[in-house]
């Protein structure tokens, strides 16, 4: 098993910063890689990034390319995702997910592991 908390969340103005944070613990090394996915109220959840454990390969949907930038930190098995020129269409709730390459890194099912997820609300 493995559990996933993430912190970093809040109210910031269009335009501004927040910097996510998921903290892993349990047996991590059975993960690939960790993930963010992002919720909006009626939407589906939806992938934002990810990175490989091994190798920090990264990944981003085009909307945040450029914005968003993921990071880890492997001796605190830590994962940060930096989130820059805020829009209001990036609000949501954001969960922190670990997981394998079932399906490659984009697709949920891939993810085996879920935080409880951080609202992040962008005011316009």
């Known amino acids: 098993q493995v559990q996933l908390v993430e912190s970093g969340g809040g109210l910031v103005q269009a335009g501004g910063s927040l910097r996510l944070s998921c903290a892993a613990s349990g047996r991590t090394s059975s993960t690939l890689r960790m993930g963010w996915f992002r919720q909006a109220p009626g939407e589906e959840r939806e992938f934002v990034s990810a990175?490989?454990?091994?190798?920090?390969?990264?990944y981003y949907t085009d909307s945040v390319k450029g914005r968003f930038t993921i990071s880890r930190d492997n001796a605190k098995n830590t994962v940060n995702l930096q989130m820059n020129s805020l829009k209001s269409e990036d609000t949501a709730v954001y969960y922190c997910?670990?997981?394998?390459?079932?399906?490659?890194?984009?697709?949920?099912?891939?993810?085996?592991?879920w935080g409880q997820g951080t609202q992040v609300t962008v005011s316009s």
């Open positions: 990175i490989n454990w091994s190798g920090g390969r990264t």
């Open positions: 997910a670990a997981g394998q390459d079932y399906y490659g890194a984009y697709a949920r099912a891939s993810y085996d592991y």
